[in-house]
C-alpha cells in the first residue's frame, strides 16, 4: 500500500525483503515520481492507492539505473513528462559509456541494461549536479553508480537519496560494497551531501524505513562514523 509520510509526500511500497526499492511521489502542485521499483512490482496500484494515475505525473526523478529502481518504467503507459537521470547513468543507458568489465558491478552493469532499460517511448533527459528540476535541486553523488543522483526538495524539506545511503533499524549505512562501484567515492559522496543541503527533515532512501524527523540529524550522525 503507498503510505503518506508528510504533506504532499508518499511512499510507494514496492520493495520486499531482498529485493525491491521503495518509490516515491511527491506532490507540491506538480507530481513527481522519483524511481519506479522492479517491473511487476505494482507501481500503477501503488499510484492509484495514492489517489493518482499515471497520467497525473508531470516528471520523473530516477537517482540511478539499476533494474529495481528504474524496471517498474515498463508498466508505465506512455508519460507526457520528462524522464530525469544523471549523466553518467544516463551515458551507460545510451551506450554511450562501457562500465568495466572485470568490475563485479560494471560487468552485470553491461549485462542488465540489455534486458532491462528504460522504454523508448520515454523523453529521457541526462541530469548535471546542481540542476533545478522544479522544486527540486539534484545532487550528483556518484559511487554507488557513476552517475548516482539525489534530490533535495527545499520547499518541503524533503531528500530522496535513493542508494546513496540505506536504512537498518532506524540507523543509516553506506550500500554494501558488492553493490556499489567504489565505496570510498560513496563515502566521499555522503560526506559532501550532508555537508552542503539545507536542513531536511524527512529522508527517503530506496531500502529501508524512511527517516520522518531530523534527517539533517540522521546524515550527520553517519559522517561522524564513516
Given amino acids: 500500500m503507498a503510505r503518506q509520510l508528510a504533506p504532499g509526500v508518499w511512499m510507494l511500497e514496492l520493495a520486499v525483503p531482498v529485493v525491491g526499492a521503495n518509490a516515491f511521489l511527491v506532490d507540491d502542485g506538480e507530481v513527481t515520481l522519483v524511481d519506479a521499483g522492479l517491473p511487476r512490482f ?12 499515471a497520467a497525473d505525473i ?10 529495481d529502481h528504474v524496471g517498474g518504467l515498463r508498466d508505465l503507459p506512455a508519460l507526457d513528462a520528462p524522464v530525469f537521470v544523471g549523466e553518467r547513468d544516463a551515458d551507460l543507458l545510451a551506450g554511450r559509456y562501457d562500465p568495466p568489465i572485470f568490475h563485479h558491478k560494471g560487468a552485470f552493469h553491461r549485462l542488465a ?15 548535471a549536479h546542481g540542476a533545478r528540476i522544479g522544486g527540486f535541486t ?10 548516482h543522483t539525489a534530490y533535495v526538495h527545499d520547499g518541503l524539506g524533503v531528500g ?19 553493490d556499489s562501484y567504489d565505496t570510498g567515492e560513496l563515502r566521499r559522496s555522503i560526506r559532501a551531501f550532508a555537508g552542503s543541503v539545507p536542513p531536511l527533515d524527512l529522508l527517503c532512501m530506496g531500502h529501508g524505513t524512511p527517516i520522518l524527523r531530523g534527517g539533517s540529524d540522521a546524515l550527520a550522525s553517519l559522517v561522524r562514523r564513516l
Fill in 42 to 53: 505494482g507501481v500503477r496500484r501503488q499510484l492509484r492507492d495514492a489517489g493518482y494515475d
Fill in 58 to 67: 508531470d516528471r520523473v526523478l530516477l537517482t540511478h539505473y539499476d533494474i
Fill in 113 to 127: 541494461r540489455r534486458l532491462v532499460s528504460i522504454p523508448s517511448r520515454f523523453d529521457v533527459r541526462p541530469v
Fill in 138 to 147: 539534484a545532487y550528483h553523488t556518484p559511487g554507488h553508480n557513476p552517475g
Fill in 160 to 178: 530522496l537519496l535513493g542508494d546513496l545511503v540505506w536504512e537498518r533499524d532506524g540507523t543509516l549505512t553506506p550500500p554494501e560494497w558488492w
